[in-house]
């Protein structure tokens, strides 16, 4: 690790080990924070528009039409980050089929990563965010995918570090605290989350997450496990009365951003730019998650209508709606979901692709699976950056990745 790079203004201190090899230890949060005006105002435009979602969530009729479409894009961007090549629609084919084309492991990771967001929710109910919950989170997903040999659910044991594949500890880019300084870091910072503060929630969770990441407490999965992270918490200060808003595609899209000013904030303090970074962040999929919501909403609606007018049964309409939820869908999970029998879903099924409402994907006489184009379209497409940036006037830099 090149420690010239590190100012004295770093948020951490540089330990040297027996080896002659350095690492960073964060500070204890919190840190010292100047807060001007311009980060004011992205403080509050990340407020109104989280607080604009959040209100357009406690109506909804059926949350769900939102949480499960834009749980499963928050797990393919999420693990697109960490490397994983694995669509959305891979994604629901997977789960429609309960298994995997060529023994894909990206498509395992993705499904795991669903699954850890979907328990570290319902845990929620019974223990707060913690380390505990988080060692849990971590084994789920890991399971049976790469790195499932390296300690699933448990914290590290032996030093790892950041860099290019395959480099050394002493060429890395960044070497976290060593095992043993990183279970007194992770304590301080399990205290940090839950104590009362006077800091905006949203700066809490900018400066949780960085303080996570540079831990690195895991072997692997530290990024996705440190994004999780942030909708645990969102969902537990009350911020979010439903999962519905997610980083990762922004986090994605400005992915050398995201992690240069993570690094920065280690070497030279700059927890200003991080803050802002994170709050557009916010501000923008927040935006986006609203738009989206109506959208979905608005063809829910009309599709309903057109069902509703040709006088169709009460099952058909259940399973349109169900379309909504999992845009993929076969026989057998009709029969599963409307509780009927074999021949009476594949009759609804094909009710659906005669309206145009759904298109068979594979082409085979049996194990059909079928797809809701218009939502998938939907919930998967993803703006341009000077899209993005239009919606809220709010210019992001593009730079290079850190080596």
Same mark, same amino acid.
């Given at each position: 690790?090149?420690?010239s #790079?590190?100012?004295?203004?770093?948020?951490?201190?540089?330990?040297?080990?027996?080896?002659?090899?350095?690492?960073?230890?964060?500070h204890?949060?919190?840190?010292?924070?100047?807060?001007d005006?311009?980060?004011?105002?992205e403080?509050?435009?990340?407020d109104?528009?989280?607080?604009?979602?959040?209100?357009?969530?406690?109506?909804?009729?059926?949350?769900?039409?939102?949480?499960?479409?834009? =749980?499963?894009?928050?797990?393919?961007?999420? =693990?697109?980050?960490?490397?994983?090549?694995?669509?959305?629609?891979?994604?629901?084919?997977?789960?429609? %089929?309960?298994?995997?084309?060529n023994?894909?492991?990206?498509?395992?990771?993705?499904?795991? *990563?669903?699954?850890?967001?979907?328990?570290?929710?319902?845990?929620?109910?019974?223990?707060p965010?913690? +380390?505990?919950? @988080?060692?849990?989170?971590?084994? $789920?997903l890991?399971?049976?995918?790469r790195?499932?040999?390296? /300690?699933?659910?448990?914290?590290?044991k032996?030093?790892?570090?950041i860099?290019?594949?395959?480099?050394?500890?002493?060429?890395? /880019?960044?070497?976290?605290?060593?095992?043993? $300084?990183?279970?007194?870091?992770l304590?301080?910072?399990?205290?940090?989350?839950?104590?009362?503060?006077?800091?905006?929630?949203? !700066?809490?969770?900018?400066?949780?997450? *960085?303080?996570?990441?540079?831990?690195?407490p895991?072997?692997?999965?530290?990024?996705?496990?440190?994004?999780?992270?942030?909708?645990?918490? %969102? !969902?537990?200060?009350? &911020?979010?009365?439903?999962?519905? +808003?997610y980083?990762?595609?922004?986090?994605?899209?400005?992915?050398?951003? *995201?992690?240069?000013? %993570?690094?920065?904030?280690?070497?030279?303090?700059?927890?200003?730019?991080?803050? $802002?970074?994170? &709050?557009?962040?916010?501000?923008?999929?927040?935006h986006?998650?609203?738009?989206?919501?109506?959208?979905?909403?608005e063809?829910?609606?009309?599709?309903?209508?057109?069902?509703?007018?040709?006088?169709?049964?009460?099952?058909? &309409?259940?399973?349109?709606?169900?379309?909504?939820?999992?845009?993929?869908?076969?026989v057998?999970?009709?029969?599963?979901?409307?509780?009927? =029998?074999?021949?009476?879903?594949?009759?609804?099924?094909?009710?659906?692709?005669?309206?145009?409402?759904?298109?068979?994907?594979?082409g085979?006489?049996?194990?059909?699976? *079928? $797809?809701?184009? #218009?939502? @998938?379209? @939907?919930?998967d497409?993803? #703006?341009?950056e000077?899209?993005?940036?239009?919606?809220?006037?709010?210019? @992001?830099?593009?730079?290079?990745?850190?080596?």
């Amino acid at each position: 690790m090149q420690t010239s #790079k590190f100012s004295k203004t770093r948020a951490g201190s540089l330990l040297k080990n027996g080896e002659g090899h350095w690492s960073f230890v964060p500070h204890e949060l919190p840190p010292k924070l100047e807060v001007d005006w311009g980060l004011a105002r992205e403080i509050s435009e990340a407020d109104r528009k989280l607080s604009e979602l959040a209100g357009a969530a406690c109506t909804l009729p059926n949350p769900n039409l939102l949480i499960e479409p834009f =749980s499963r894009k928050e797990a393919v961007l999420s =693990s697109k980050i960490e490397g994983t090549v694995a669509s959305l629609s891979d994604l629901l084919s997977y789960e429609a %089929l309960g298994t995997v084309k060529n023994d894909r492991s990206d498509v395992r990771e993705v499904a795991n *990563y669903v699954a850890a967001l979907e328990y570290g929710i319902k845990r929620l109910n019974e223990i707060p965010v913690s +380390l505990r919950l @988080l060692r849990e989170l971590h084994e $789920i997903l890991m399971k049976d995918v790469r790195g499932q040999n390296l /300690t699933p659910g448990e914290f590290r044991k032996r030093q790892n570090w950041i860099g290019d594949p395959g480099c050394k500890i002493e060429d890395a /880019t960044f070497v976290p605290p060593p095992v043993s $300084i990183m279970m007194t870091a992770l304590g301080s910072l399990e205290k940090y989350i839950h104590e009362t503060s006077d800091l905006p929630p949203l !700066v809490r969770m900018a400066i949780i997450h *960085y303080q996570f990441e540079a831990i690195h407490p895991f072997l692997d999965g530290n990024g996705r496990i440190g994004r999780l992270l942030i909708i645990l918490l %969102l !969902v537990s200060e009350k &911020l979010m009365p439903q999962p519905l +808003l997610y980083l990762s595609a922004f986090f994605e899209r400005h992915r050398s951003d *995201y992690y240069r000013l %993570l690094l920065e904030v280690s070497q030279n303090g700059n927890w200003r730019e991080w803050m $802002i970074f994170f &709050l557009r962040g916010v501000a923008e999929q927040s935006h986006d998650a609203l738009f989206r919501a109506h959208e979905l909403l608005e063809i829910s609606q009309k599709c309903r209508e057109k069902l509703q007018n040709a006088r169709s049964s009460a099952t058909l &309409l259940r399973l349109a709606d169900y379309l909504f939820m999992s845009p993929v869908v076969t026989v057998a999970i009709a029969q599963r979901v409307l509780n009927i =029998s074999q021949p009476a879903a594949q009759a609804n099924i094909d009710k659906l692709v005669a309206e145009g409402m759904l298109t068979e994907m594979t082409g085979r006489q049996r194990g059909r699976v *079928y $797809i809701a184009e #218009k939502v @998938l379209l @939907l919930v998967d497409a993803d #703006k341009s950056e000077d899209e993005a940036e239009e919606q809220l006037a709010l210019p @992001l830099k593009t730079t290079t990745n850190v080596s």
